[in-house]
């Protein structure tokens, strides 16, 4: 039977939905056994941006965790919980312009992958507003790029940065020879070496940084934060623990 008309209107219609759906997460709730112990909070970053996150744990350390895309903050509160209860001060948050509603949150601006950076440095003061005396930034994907970025102009009042299969460059944030040449962090870059060039990134990034760097390429296709859910999660959250606690200790 031939569709009418108004069927491919109604598949245009539906299209946009799922695409609007998807790009705000949908508003999923999260389980409450991940939620415990933190608290939503809200900050600003230079350019006037309101960023929406979550607080894990208490203590002196802080540890940064920036999200990869098409995910936001919640992909990473598993490992949030868990470094919470080994003593760190535990900070997620959505990019500007992620808006997934619920426990998720929603941050204001626009999706502007070029400047997230910004949101990283702002992340890493509302921690020391805090009272962090320590800051380590762990990133997924384009978290672990604008990490890096953050990591150049922050200097050493960065601890430690880890990057899970983090690209040279996207949409205008590049993690390029000038700016790695900034990173005086001990840095631990993770990539799977099936996962399409973030193997040859990590390699190129870990060159090019100026403090210690440790590339681990493993086994597999998995990308940023899928990497602490696959066949390899295991080892995978042993090396972000170990990088942490060598150089960032609570």
């Known amino acids: 039977m031939r569709a009418g008309p108004a069927a491919p209107r109604r598949a245009v219609a539906a299209a946009a939905a799922a695409a609007l759906l998807a790009a705000c997460g949908g508003g999923a709730e999260v389980p409450p056994r991940l939620l415990e112990g933190s608290r939503p909070v809200s900050f600003r970053t230079d350019d006037g941006v309101r960023l929406a996150g979550r607080l894990f744990g208490e203590g002196r350390t802080g540890v940064v965790l920036a999200h990869m895309l098409p995910a936001d903050q919640s992909s990473w509160f598993p490992f949030a919980r868990e470094l919470a209860q080994r003593g760190y001060l535990v900070l997620t948050f959505d990019f500007r312009g992620y808006c997934p509603g619920g426990d998720a949150g929603c941050s204001e601006g626009e999706r502007e992958i070029a400047e997230i950076w910004r949101d990283v440095e702002a992340a890493v003061a509302f921690l020391r507003a805090r009272g962090a005396s320590r800051v380590a930034l762990v990133g997924a994907s384009m978290g672990g790029t604008a990490s890096l970025v953050a990591a150049s102009h922050l ?96």
């Open 155 to 250: 200097g050493e009042a960065v601890a430690a940065v880890v990057a899970l299969s983090a690209p040279v460059e996207i949409e205008g944030l590049a993690a390029e020879r000038d700016v790695l040449a900034g990173v005086v962090a001990p840095t631990l870059l993770v990539a799977g070496e099936r996962d399409g060039t973030a193997a040859e990134a990590a390699e190129a990034l870990g060159a090019g940084v100026a403090g210690p760097a440790r590339v681990e390429i493993l086994p597999g296709g998995e990308h940023g934060t899928e990497l602490l859910r696959g066949e390899l999660a295991g080892r995978v959250r042993a090396l972000l623990l170990e990088h942490l606690e060598r150089y960032a200790a609570p």
